[in-house]
């Protein structure tokens, strides 16, 4: 519903308004379990007018067409999922992108967590609209997504602090890489802090690990000594004997250093210290951008070092901005969501951001 401003907008002025977006990955072809047919009754809900929603599967055939065809000024139409269409829609298909072009005469993107992926609904359709004439531009949400993460990344006020956590280094290899060139502070911790720890030469247990990147790790650390960055890793980390199953189930711990972890035990959250580190950290920043937990927060015992973090950048006067996935889900589940200066709407598009990629939503873009 991050959307809806811009859609007011359009239809506020007049637009004729045609929606297109996908509801989950659709591997086994078109269905009704994913439809968009809830989605348009929700839609109509919230904007307090109909939405006429073509059910069609074929997304853009005579049906559209004709629905299209009869709207007047300020009516708005759903398009059914666009990966009904399958190859077409996720290879970037020219006929399913000039299909969509030909119902339009301008593309408003405003799906930030889909801009990564250069689909037909994302950037086929805009060489088609451009083709015709037409405009191709960004909705408020993706305006404002571009402002924060580019500007956080490209042009921060500084000390500008970034944290990165989640379960492998491998997700996040050129983020660390394109951080340590753009901040001042780059803080690890999550499963992927273990890696570098065992790069450093410690007993990991048996913590979370990625033997493949272990020498990754160590250019990292020399990297940011080169150029004269601050890189915090964990000094002390929260143990278990075994991983919870079910994942929120009762857990024993047990508090360790990092140069005394034991052998048959597993880190799964950062210690107390570590996290008054973090906190210390991100409390003298001007500038911060978190991506990934710093444990598993979705356990209540093992959540105390993300909402460590968590609590910090709300009482920071910094700003502060979540890169989606997992983190916006552990602020919103802390209940610290609306006191972040802007939480992304994509996770995947969002860390290709920090990457320093050019997203092809972003980049189809006339006017952003």
């Known amino acids: 519903m991050a959307a809806l401003p811009t859609i007011q907008k359009l239809i506020n002025d007049g637009g004729k308004v045609i929606l297109c977006s996908h509801l989950g ?182 913590s979370l690990v990625d033997n493949e990147k272990l020498d990754y790790c160590k250019e990292m650390m020399e990297k940011a000594k080169e150029l004269g960055k601050t890189l915090l890793l964990p000094v002390d980390s929260v143990t278990i004997a075994d991983f919870p199953n079910p994942i929120d189930a009762p857990v024993e711990t047990l508090v360790v250093d990092v140069e005394n972890m034991p052998a048959d035990r597993e880190g799964c959250d950062i210690g107390p210290k570590t996290a008054a580190m973090f906190a210390e950290a991100v409390k003298s920043a001007k500038t911060v951008v978190w991506n990934g937990p710093m444990g598993v927060f979705e356990n209540p015992t093992l959540a105390a070092g993300t909402l460590a973090v968590a609590k910090a950048m709300a009482e920071t006067d910094a700003t502060t901005i979540i890169g989606g996935g997992d983190s916006a889900a552990a602020v919103n589940q802390m209940g610290y969501g609306d006191k972040m200066s802007h939480i992304s709407t994509g996770g995947g598009a969002s860390l290709e951001f920090l990457e320093g990629k050019e997203l092809p939503g972003v980049a189809a873009a006339d006017d952003k």
């Open 25 to 206: 990955k659709v591997k086994n072809g078109p269905n009704e379990g994913e439809s968009l047919a809830p989605v348009a009754e929700r839609l109509s809900e919230k904007l307090g007018k109909p939405v006429t929603f073509v059910a069609d599967y074929n997304v853009t055939g005579d049906a559209a067409t004709a629905a299209v065809a009869a709207m007047k000024e300020g009516d708005v139409v759903l398009l059914q999922n666009t990966r009904f269409r399958g190859k077409e829609e996720t290879k970037n298909g020219e006929e399913f992108s000039k299909e969509l072009a030909d119902l339009a005469d301008v593309y408003v993107c405003d799906a930030f967590g889909s801009s990564h992926r250069a689909h037909a609904s994302v950037a086929g359709v805009t060489k088609f609209i451009s083709a015709k004439g037409g405009e191709n531009v960004v909705g408020y949400l993706m305006q404002k997504e571009i402002d924060f993460l580019g500007n956080a990344v490209e042009n921060p006020v500084r000390p500008f602090v970034a944290i990165l956590g989640g379960a492998k280094v491998a997700d996040k290899l050129n983020v660390i890489n394109n951080l340590l060139e753009k901040c001042d502070t780059l803080i690890i911790g999550g499963g992927m802090a273990y890696t570098f720890l065992k790069a450093q030469g410690y007993e990991i247990g048996k």
